[in-house]
């Protein structure tokens, strides 16, 4: 059995990715390491620690601490490590920049600094890979023509983005440097369960749930190219497995919206599903002060991903998006905890946190 050191893994998208993770044969061990932010919820991980006692384990602790990642990597020998871990909210981080560089900039160099020790000293086998999840938001902003490729360059807006293309530049030079086998992709919005209601689509969902105002940033017509959270944890798989060491993977939905167009459709789908007249929802938007430094528009091109390593994104943009806004219907318990902070309580109650 394998034993997967899993960053960040009570996150949106880490969660997602182990809960697939048990869904399928791989016959792994995950070790968890999340140190449960406001965006870390136990609650996201299907009580795995009770159902997979031998074959998943949670340490609460930091990406910073090196005694801890030293302990992790050479008493557990671990064979790979999928880094999820960060600060991920760009609202947030124009709020406060240094947080981002401390979890995204200084714990991915702890981590992949300890990792590189460890994978030196027991000369790892040649499946051994430290995958780096990243963002499309490195690249920058795109006119209306054009797609990110693998060879754009780097020029990110927010303390965010800066802050993971410092990442992403470090885990290269840690592969040229030192020979550390990694793999880095960069991937366009995902959405699904388990999302911080900070994020735009789950943002929504709950403000019409509470009938809130909906608050669009400018002029609504910013794009982003969606992904859904499932076909994204395919893409990880794939690239963890088969991914050549130092490449970097591009992974998007071709599936560019706008703003606007998302708010309109989740308007009409709650409004359908909870019975309420149609268009009494878009009544609640509000256009509402732009972000500072707001990217226009994010699309990605896919083809490295496609044609080297055979993944396809499934899930239809629609679809994807009623399956989401269902999952929060059906999970009032979840939301409830999330928005009362319910969780946070019992983090403290538990960690002294
Ligand atoms: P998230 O904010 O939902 O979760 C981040 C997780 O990291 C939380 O569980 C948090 O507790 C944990 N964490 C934060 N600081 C930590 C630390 N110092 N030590 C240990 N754990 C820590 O983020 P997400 O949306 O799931 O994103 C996961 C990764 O994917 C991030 O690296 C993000 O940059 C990247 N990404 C996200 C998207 C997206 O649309 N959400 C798209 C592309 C890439
Ligand atoms: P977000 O979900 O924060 O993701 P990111 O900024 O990483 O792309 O935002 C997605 C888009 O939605 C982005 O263009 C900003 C916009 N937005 C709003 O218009 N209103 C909101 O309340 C939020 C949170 C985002």
């Known amino acids: 059995m394998k034993k997967i050191l899993i960053t960040g893994g009570a996150g949106f998208i880490g969660s997602n990715f182990i809960n697939n993770v048990f869904k399928t044969d791989l016959n792994w061990k995950i070790i968890n390491l999340d140190i449960l932010t406001y965006a870390g919820n136990p609650a996201n991980l299907d009580n795995l620690a009770h159902r997979f006692l031998d074959k998943y384990e949670f340490v609460h602790g930091d990406i910073r601490d090196r005694p801890l990642l030293e302990k992790l990597f050479f008493e557990k020998k671990i064979d790979g490590v999928i880094h999820f871990a960060a600060e991920s909210h760009v609202d947030r981080s124009i709020d406060s920049p240094h947080e981002f560089v401390k979890t995204n900039v200084e714990g991915t160099v702890s981590l992949i600094d300890v990792c590189t020790k460890y994978?030196?000293?027991f000369k790892k086998s040649s499946e051994f890979r430290f995958l780096h999840v990243s963002t499309d938001e490195v690249y920058g902003s795109l006119g209306t023509h054009g797609y990110f490729t693998e060879n754009t360059p780097y020029d990110p807006s927010s303390p965010y983005s800066a802050s993971k293309?410092?990442?992403?530049?470090?885990?290269?030079?840690?592969?040229?440097?030192?020979?550390?086998?990694?793999?880095?992709?960069?991937?366009?919005?995902?959405?699904?369960?388990?999302?911080?209601?900070?994020?735009?689509?789950?943002l929504i969902i709950l403000n019409i749930m509470e009938q809130k105002t909906l608050p669009v940033y400018g002029d609504g017509k910013n794009i982003r190219d969606w992904l859904y959270v499932t076909d994204h944890c395919n893409a990880l798989i794939k690239v963890f497995k088969k991914g050549v060491p130092g490449e970097t993977y591009n992974i998007g939905g071709n599936?560019?919206?706008?703003?606007?167009?998302?708010?309109?459709?989740?308007?009409?789908?709650?409004?359908?599903?909870?019975?309420?007249?149609?268009?009494?929802?878009?009544?609640?938007?509000?256009?509402?002060?732009?972000?500072?430094?707001?990217?226009?528009?994010?699309?990605?091109?896919?083809?490295?991903?496609?044609?080297e390593l055979g993944w396809k994104p499934e899930y239809e943009f629609e679809d994807a998006l009623e399956k989401t806004v269902i999952w929060y219907l059906e999970n009032k318990k979840w939301v409830k905890s999330v928005k009362t902070g319910t969780y946070l309580e019992w983090i403290k109650k538990n960690y002294n946190r």
């Open 165 to 202: 293309a410092a990442s992403d530049h470090f885990v290269r030079a840690y592969f040229r440097t030192y020979g550390l086998p990694v793999v880095i992709t960069n991937c366009s919005n995902n959405y699904g369960p388990y999302q911080f209601p900070e994020k735009l689509i789950p």
């Open 119 to 121: 994978y030196k000293s």
């Open 255 to 307: 599936s560019e919206q706008k703003n606007i167009e998302i708010v309109n459709l989740i308007c009409k789908i709650m409004d359908r599903l909870e019975g309420r007249k149609h268009g009494s929802s878009q009544k609640l938007i509000k256009f509402v002060a732009d972000r500072p430094g707001h990217d226009r528009r994010y699309a990605i091109d896919s083809t490295k991903i496609k044609t």
